[in-house]
């Protein structure tokens, strides 16, 4: 089990702006895939924006040209830059990460079952 904390959520308004954050123990090069996912009441959990080992980055369609995912090594830490923000927006957002090892090169992270998750941070955006 990996210790991830998330923060950074809360609420703001529609075309507002959030950065979320989750601090991982232990050092982030050892994950193939790092992402943020996000449910809302009443709906699945989908995958919002991943990164992987090589850095390369897939977002969902929804939040393509309004979400940056990036990772910093020396921090420890994956974030989520939210701007734009819209009322579908609103959901638990959590991260989660799988090791190298145990992800096939080429996986599509932001499909692929993640092995840690989070507790989450709320995100409520008001119209």
């Known amino acids: 089990q990996v210790p991830l904390v998330e923060s950074g959520g809360g609420s703001v308004q529609a075309g507002g702006s959030l950065r979320l954050s989750c601090t991982v123990s232990g050092g982030i090069f050892r994950f193939y895939c790092m992402g943020w996912f996000r449910q809302a009441p009443g709906k699945e959990r989908e995958g919002v924006a991943s990164?992987?080992?090589?850095?390369?980055?897939t977002y969902a369609d929804s939040v393509k040209g309004r979400f940056t995912i990036s990772k910093d090594s020396a921090k420890n830490t994956l974030t989520l830059q939210m701007n734009n923000l819209k009322p579908e927006d609103t959901a638990m957002y959590y991260c989660a990460v799988a090791p190298i090892g145990t992800v096939v090169a080429g996986t599509a992270c932001l499909s692929y079952a993640m092995e840690d998750w989070g507790q989450g941070t709320p995100v409520t955006i008001t119209s």
């Open positions: 990164i992987d080992t090589y850095t390369t980055t």
